[in-house]
């Protein structure tokens, strides 16, 4: 119908010819073929004179058939360029190599190919050191036997410098948490973090999809505590600098380890820290593009608050915190006579100890086993003008120190608090009830 206008107004004149043809996209050749079928035949002279014809590219039916019975009888286990090499060749039909394929997969003889990755390109590197740190672990069998280990190793981007190595069990919370402590108090803070999206660094709502900014992990509350930026990896390929080094560590780690004679845990981490990072620093690591460092000074007193575990509980009418089996006393202060129905922060600390906060105040300090600490004089004020109270009434198990959990669920609470999964353990959150019970 277009084509029609732009005809009728070119024979009413108000289009030149060479204008019709622009709008219509053709040539003005072709445009006056169009005319003439249009004055010759009307309307029905402008649909395109191929339709309901067949092509005279077509292949036959019998050599279509054909050619699918050699591939089935005869040469199913060739590719498809070796096969159409035979066809040309020893059955002197000429097909093209793209019918053949497509006639092969339309048939479900052959796979389609998998679709082609993304075209990537190469990051840049950071121009100064403590712009963007690196952090991954390689579960390896690092002393040649039965026995797989984490070994988390943080690097700078700019620098390819490895400033944090050491084998854990298991990469969780607690041991990313230990490994970037160590890097703040020694280096200070950076601008940014890279990592995969494991659940202890991100919360992905839906497997492959992408994650939850809103809902911080343990990590990544404390991590935004003191500033830095979480960036998130899709995929390997965007850890590809990481990922490279994880092959030199595999294939010169163990057998330095063999050679020096190492067979524990201990012994591995201090043969790391005493030598085996300065010497891997030197023969690995390379120059900044730009003179200067990104790190700066942490001034933060409370690293012990930030890197915990931390979860919300709310206080029961006996002035008692549970989580879980275990039961923590909260004393009376002088500024407060109870805390009962209160919302309190419990903290465990990466050494296995635990402090409960009420605000600001401390109000509770108890040691891996669950015992109170306290000064001779029963109470201990803190810095901050909090008491610091001591006396657990109530019995404590005396077993390994249990991991902190917070529930799914966000909480209406002035402490920015996130799930995070600690040493592979997710239980089910408790109702309110079960919390003040």
Not at 34 to 50: C, K, P, S, T, W
Not at 389 to 405: D, F, I
Not at 421 to 427: A, E, H, I, S
Request: hydrophobic share 35%; proline share 4%; net charge positive.
């Amino acid at each position: 119908m277009k084509l029609q206008d732009v005809i009728l107004k070119a024979m009413a004149k108000k289009l030149t010819w060479m204008e019709a043809a622009e709008i219509a996209g053709m040539s003005v050749r072709n445009m006056q073929r169009v005319r003439a079928r249009y004055q010759e035949h009307g309307y029905d002279g402008l649909f395109d004179q191929r339709r309901g014809k067949r092509s005279i590219h077509r292949v036959p039916l019998e050599t279509a058939e054909k050619v699918l019975a050699l591939y089935q009888e005869r040469y199913f286990d060739l590719s498809v360029r070796h096969f159409h090499e035979k066809l040309r060749d020893e059955h002197q039909i000429g097909l093209s190599y793209s019918w053949v394929k497509q006639a092969l997969q339309g048939a479900g003889l052959v796979a389609r190919r998998k679709r082609r990755g993304s075209h990537r390109r190469r990051r840049a590197r950071r121009p100064m050191p403590g712009m963007l740190l690196h952090i991954d672990g390689s579960k390896h069998r690092w002393f040649q036997d039965d026995r797989y280990y984490d070994l988390i190793v943080i690097l700078d981007d700019a620098t390819s410098e490895i400033y944090y190595a050491q084998l854990v069990e298991e990469e969780s919370t607690r041991t990313v948490m230990t490994a970037w402590r160590e890097v703040v108090e020694t280096r200070g803070l950076f601008c940014a973090l890279y990592s995969d999206r494991g659940s202890h660094f991100f919360y992905t709502p839906k497997a492959g999809e992408r994650v939850d900014h809103h809902r911080l992990t343990q990590v990544g509350r404390a991590l935004r505590e003191l500033g830095i930026q979480m960036i998130p990896a899709y995929s390997p390929q965007a850890r590809g600098r990481c990922e490279r080094m994880f092959g030199t560590w595999q294939n010169r780690l163990p057998q330095e380890l063999r050679l020096a004679g190492i067979t524990s845990l201990e012994e591995a981490n201090r043969f790391l820290r005493q030598g085996y990072i300065g010497a891997f620093n030197r023969q690995f690591a390379r120059p900044a593009e730009l003179r200067g460092t990104a790190f700066r000074r942490c001034g933060r007193k409370d690293l012990d608050a930030v890197f915990s575990i931390q979860t919300e509980r709310v206080v029961g009418q006996d002035n008692t915190v549970a989580i879980r089996d275990r039961w923590w006393q909260i004393e009376k202060s002088r500024w407060r006579h109870s805390l009962a129905g209160q919302t309190v922060t419990v903290h465990q600390h990466l050494d296995g100890s635990v402090t409960i906060r009420w605000g600001p105040h401390i109000v509770g300090r108890f040691d891996t086993a669950g015992a109170a600490l306290r000064a001779a004089t029963g109470e201990r004020r803190g810095k901050d003008g909090s008491v610091e109270a001591g006396g657990n009434q109530k019995p404590v198990s005396t077993g390994s120190p249990t991991p902190l959990e917070i529930s799914q669920k966000q909480r209406d609470s002035h402490f920015p608090t996130a799930p995070a999964t600690v040493g592979g353990v997710n239980p089910k959150p408790k109702t309110k009830a079960a919390d003040a019970a």
